[in-house]
T-cell receptor
């Protein structure tokens, strides 16, 4: 379970706060992903980075801002969030974005927006 | 557009018994991957089993096996000799073989193991 780590594990923030989620992978992968997991809904892909370049933005509101400084680290900067943004945010990584590579998931950050 | 449907939000099975989780999907493609992921409470989601659509043989991983019916677009997961550690959310997922296409997940089935 140490392949992909996420911090913090839990976060409570007000709608006017600015916070960041961090993801780190120790697997030597080149692709990293952010997913949103809401209750009773399928996992939703938010962003994809491959070799530090963003290759997918799945129509995510601008109050979510990703950053990938290198292939091992991925951040999700949050500002002016809404209560409906409360969810489990999962990070994942894979060797690259080719379909036959398995994605490895982190434990997630449980975000509550008050 | 591809869709994945898991019609059983929750299921229970007695320890040591066998349980089957259902999944159907919709696609117009002929080649793709199908997955079952397991997400234990407060723990990381892990890949349980993977099936490549061009392979007719059903995938098996120890106590986990699938029944892949390509014409029916059905992909069920069978767990034999259920153990307490099998309790989790199970997600069925689909992915095209095209590079950069995203994984499409179902809503999940919560599996309870009864001691």
């Amino acid at each position: 379970e140490t392949g992909v780590t996420q911090t913090p594990r839990h976060l409570v923030m007000g709608m006017t706060n600015k916070k960041s989620l961090k993801c780190e992978q120790h697997l030597g992968h080149n692709a990293m992903y952010w997913y949103k997991q809401s209750a009773k809904k399928p996992l939703e892909l938010m962003f994809v980075y491959n070799f530090k370049e963003q290759t997918e933005n799945n129509s995510v509101p601008s109050r979510f801002s990703p950053e990938c400084p290198n292939s091992s680290h991925l951040f999700l900067h949050l500002h002016t969030l809404q209560p409906e943004d409360s969810a489990l945010y999962l990070c994942a990584s894979s060797q690259d974005t080719a379909a036959h590579y398995e994605q490895y998931f982190g434990p997630g950050t449980r975000l509550t927006v008050t | 557009a591809q869709t994945v449907t898991q019609s059983q939000p929750e299921m229970s099975v007695q320890e040591a018994e066998t349980v089957t989780l259902s999944c159907t999907y919709d696609t117009s493609e002929s080649d793709y991957y199908l997955f079952w992921y397991k997400q234990p409470p407060s723990r990381q989601m892990i890949l349980v089993i993977r099936q490549e659509a061009y392979k007719q043989q059903n995938a098996t991983e120890n106590r986990f096996s699938v029944n892949f019916q390509k014409a029916a677009k059905s992909f069920s997961l069978k767990i034999s000799d259920s153990q307490l550690g099998d309790a989790a959310m199970y997600f069925c997922a689909y992915r095209s073989v095209r590079r950069d296409d995203k994984i499409i997940f179902g809503k999940g089935t919560r599996l309870h193991i009864l001691p």
